[in-house]
């Protein structure tokens, strides 16, 4: 347990019965920053509480520091403030102001601090002009700065965030991740965010970790999983994948088009306009199969046939 956070073998198991966590080990180092994927399900949001101490285990035990986390039936007020957990409903006071809002933690300091504090986290998240609105006032993304920001108040040293942006269109949440990429770089927090979008987990973190029935799955720097998925549960998180033959897929990107005769040919079925590139479902000739391809080039129309190549190089050997 010499570790910054090290989770040993966690196991929880709800009524049910339903096996939520089981045999759940990982170690964390001080300023990485996780994404954690996995089926609907697996466990994810139970391993948030338990890091968090807001829940208590069968067994195991989470690691902060060498000094093991009290869950919540050890300890009279539960959680910790070095260890903040932010979820998907944000969990703000509706007739509180923003200010109120992220200062309510400061509330048990000094009060020449908590003014302090709470003025840099409004400048940190570019907050100020917001300060005494209400959370219905405020656009999602912003809300869900409220909620990080009074997360932050305390000066946490892990942030642990639980699909903090499933409930943002795609440009609210583009922003915000763009925003709280440059606040958490700066500030070297540690960050651990479960999400079901990997363009999430590309965006703001660097390593990943695959869960599946309450089991760790894979754990990694995201770019080695990708690369290397070793499973079709894996590689399934960064996209859709065509069966090549038993055990061997390719992407849709390492497909090519070709004039000259390919390794397989087809007719296109479907075509959709994707800002890179066209995305073509082509029904393969002499398979029952249809495959997804991403073409660069523009210019082909749904009904033509197609020639199909691919680099030995990019075909994923994965197990199911
Ligand atoms: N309080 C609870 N009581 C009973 N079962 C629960 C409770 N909390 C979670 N579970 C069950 O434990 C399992 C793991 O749940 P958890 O929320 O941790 O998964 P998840 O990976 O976060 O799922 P999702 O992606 O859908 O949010 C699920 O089968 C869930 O139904």
Redesign the pocket.
Same mark, same amino acid.
């Given at each position: 347990m010499t570790g910054f956070l090290s989770i040993e073998k966690l196991s929880?198991t709800? *009524? &049910?019965p339903?096996?939520? /966590?089981a045999d759940f080990s990982m170690e964390i180092g001080q300023g990485e920053r996780w994404s954690v994927v996995?089926?609907?399900?697996?466990?994810?949001?139970? /391993? /948030?509480?338990l890091m968090a101490g807001l829940e208590a285990q069968d067994q195991g035990a989470v690691f902060y520091r060498g000094e093991r986390i009290l869950h919540s039936g050890e300890k009279l007020v539960p959680g910790y403030d070095a260890i903040q957990l932010v979820k998907q409903d944000k969990g703000l006071y509706p007739h509180s102001t923003v200010a109120e809002n992220i200062s309510r933690p400061l509330l048990q300091y000094d009060k020449a601090y908590a003014r302090e504090r709470l003025d840099e986290l409004l400048s940190l998240f570019g907050l100020e002009k917001k300060r005494d609105s209400l959370p219905r006032q405020l656009s999602g993304g912003q809300q869900q700065k409220v909620a990080i920001a009074r997360a932050m108040s305390l000066e946490p040293e892990v942030l642990l965030l639980? *699909?903090p942006f499933s409930s943002l269109d795609s440009h609210q949440k583009r922003t915000l991740l763009d925003e709280l990429n440059l606040i958490f770089q700066d500030l070297a927090i540690t960050l651990v965010l479960?999400t079901?979008d990997i363009q999430d987990a590309l965006l703001i973190t660097d390593k990943l970790c695959v869960?599946a029935h &309450?089991k760790l799955m894979r754990k990694g720097e995201i770019k080695d999983i990708h690369q290397d998925p070793k499973t079709a549960y894996v590689a399934g998180f960064f996209g859709p994948l065509n069966a090549l033959s038993e055990n061997k897929y390719l992407r849709p990107s390492h497909i090519q088009v070709t004039k000259e005769k390919g390794k397989a040919a087809g007719k296109i079925l479907l075509k959709r306009y994707f800002p890179d590139h066209d995305l073509l479902t082509v029904a393969l000739e002499g398979h029952s199969n249809y495959w997804q391809v991403a073409a660069p080039i523009r210019k082909l129309r749904k009904g033509d046939s197609v020639n199909l190549d691919w680099k030995e190089s990019h075909i994923l050997r994965l197990d199911e």
């Open positions: 929880k709800y *009524e &049910g339903t096996t939520a /966590l996995g089926a609907s399900g697996s466990g994810k949001s139970t /391993l /948030l509480r639980d *699909e479960v079901h869960m &309450g």
